[in-house]
């Protein structure tokens, strides 16, 4: 069974950074792709970026690009997000997941979710 726990979420002023981890387990393939989703009050569930299991390629929400930074420790069964340059619309839960296909960022495609962290951006 696949457990997805996130951590590293908190309170920053706008223009700090938070590092998100999430730890992974029960994981078949490393070959799986991995993303985070961020969802806010009211809000649907949106795609922030994801790293391809088969080459570490990575996408991002257009909001994000060049701000935060996904990537892997396959050795660790180990997600991270590096996000910089932290502004208020970051405000959301912020969630992993995996997904057995490639290249997919609708959250439809991800069959397996952590919990969530909050992430809380203040002014």
């Known amino acids: 069974q696949v457990r997805l726990v996130e951590s590293g979420g908190g309170l920053v002023q706008a223009g700090g950074s938070l590092r998100l981890s999430c730890a992974a387990s029960?994981?078949?393939?490393?070959?799986?792709?991995m993303g985070w989703f961020r969802q806010a009050p009211g809000q649907e569930r949106e795609f922030v970026a994801n790293?391809?299991?088969?080459?570490?390629?990575?996408s991002y929400l257009g909001f994000v690009k060049g701000r935060f930074t996904i990537s892997r420790d396959n050795a660790k069964n180990m997600l991270y997000l590096q996000m910089n340059n932290l502004k208020l619309e970051d405000t959301a839960v912020y969630y992993c997941?995996?997904?057995?296909?490639?290249?997919?960022?609708?959250?439809?495609?991800?069959?397996?979710w952590g919990q969530g962290t909050q992430v809380t951006v203040s002014s």
């Open positions: 997941a995996a997904s057995r296909l490639s290249w997919v960022t609708s959250a439809r495609w991800y069959n397996d």
């Open positions: 790293i391809n299991g088969n080459d570490d390629t990575t």
């Open positions: 029960g994981l078949t393939s490393n070959s799986v792709t």
